[in-house]
């Protein structure tokens, strides 16, 4: 377990310091996730340890927005004077998003994947 | 009543340690779990909102600040990082499948991703929103940490952005299961794809709840959309 750790929070770590050394705003943690693709890679695949202590969180992801979640109660005002503007720009966007998205996709799926799909 | 001042003493030393707030973390999100897992995932019964608003309502209840929940409630918070980092592994495990549709992938990621900002800015500015919020808003499909990065380019909130952030998720992963079955698509990596587009993490979750293969695709999505926007903004500017 202390292995897994270790491994994500190293990924993480080299992933802050490229993007810190290159002097870009891209979300390092995005680039660890890369370079644990790639160590997966060059290992031939991963531990039963690691899955274990990978899956769990992955598995608890929601538990892990809950404190931004709370944060809400933080920006109540800025969300009062503007709830209309935001909330429809929350869902309608969202919600066209989700259509063009999934659209896209299998559009371009059909193409790709022949006759299967 | 002679142990009323223990209790007191009892609250004033738990207040002071981030353990307290960290277990309130936690428990709320078990009963929210708990409740989302007894109405058999029921999107609507989403645990991020169940274990928010348990949390806000005790914040409320003892005059509790943020900042001071936060002192406990910020080694979950910090787990996002490497969480994101963890989706490496579903990656790996389904690259054929990645490999598979990768063409699907990019066109669905480029499309969906700008919609997102578009749209969400176009909607916010045609209601008459200050520019400060429409900076807040433009990154609200990616996840927190990075929407937060992002905002500050464009001159937006961060804190205000992660709630948005918040928000996206949230309204995404009680939607996508009702919106995707009435548009009658049955294709689970479409989907998981959609929703990790347009609502990051908290849609990832959800994905996770209907199947390991919308799941994956969501997770994918997730990564390749904070890249992408991320990539936008750091051209944006060079163009205003």
């Known amino acids: 377990m202390i292995y897994a750790i270790t491994l994500l929070f190293l990924c993480q770590l080299a992933g802050e310091v490229i993007v810190q050394a290159i002097g870009i705003t891209f979300p390092g943690p995005v680039l660890g996730m890369g370079l644990l693709f790639l160590v997966l890679f060059l290992r031939r695949g991963s531990t039963e340890a690691f899955d274990g202590v990978a899956d769990t969180l992955l598995k ?46 299998r559009f371009v799926a059909q193409w790709t994947r022949g006759t299967e799909a | 009543m002679t ?28 009963i929210g779990d708990a409740i989302s897992q007894a109405l058999r995932r029921h999107p609507v019964a989403n645990p991020v909102v169940i274990a928010a608003g348990l949390l806000i309502l005790l914040l409320g209840l003892t005059g509790t600040p943020y900042q001071v929940y936060f002192e406990g409630a910020q080694f979950v918070h910090f787990l996002l990082g490497p969480a994101t980092v963890a989706l490496g592994l579903p990656l790996w495990r389904n690259r054929k499948a990645v490999r598979r549709d990768l063409l699907p992938m990019c066109a669905a990621l480029i499309a969906g991703s700008l919609t997102a900002i578009i749209s969400a800015v176009g ?53 996508v299961t009702p919106l995707m079955n009435a548009l009658r698509i049955r294709d689970y990596a479409a989907r998981g794809f959609a929703v990790g587009v347009a609502s990051h993490g908290i849609g990832t979750a959800r994905a996770f709840q209907v199947s390991e293969e919308a799941g994956t695709f969501a997770g994918i999505a997730m990564g390749l959309n904070g890249a992408l926007t991320s990539l936008v903004f750091l051209v944006l500017p060079l163009f205003l």
């Not at chain 1, 309608?92 to 896209?104: D, K, M, Q, R």
């Not at chain 2, 004033?12 to 981030?18: A, C, D, E």
């Open chain 2, 3 to 30: 142990n009323t001042p223990d209790v007191y003493r009892i609250w004033v030393y738990l207040y002071q340690t981030p353990l307290l707030w960290l277990s309130a973390t936690l428990i709320a999100y078990a």
């Open chain 1, 60 to 105: 608890n992801l929601s538990l892990l927005f809950v404190p931004a979640a709370v944060g809400v109660v933080q920006q109540i005002d800025l969300i009062q004077e503007n709830w209309l503007a935001i909330s429809a720009a929350l869902i309608v966007s969202t919600v066209l998003t989700l259509i063009v998205t999934v659209y896209v996709f």
């Open chain 2, 123 to 175: 909607i916010a500015w045609i209601f008459g929103a200050p520019g400060e919020i429409l900076a807040s808003l433009a990154p609200k499909s990616v996840t927190a940490p990075i929407a937060m990065a992002l905002t500050q380019v464009l001159g937006g909130i961060p804190a205000l952005a992660a709630v948005l952030v918040v928000l996206t998720g949230i309204v995404g992963s009680v939607i």
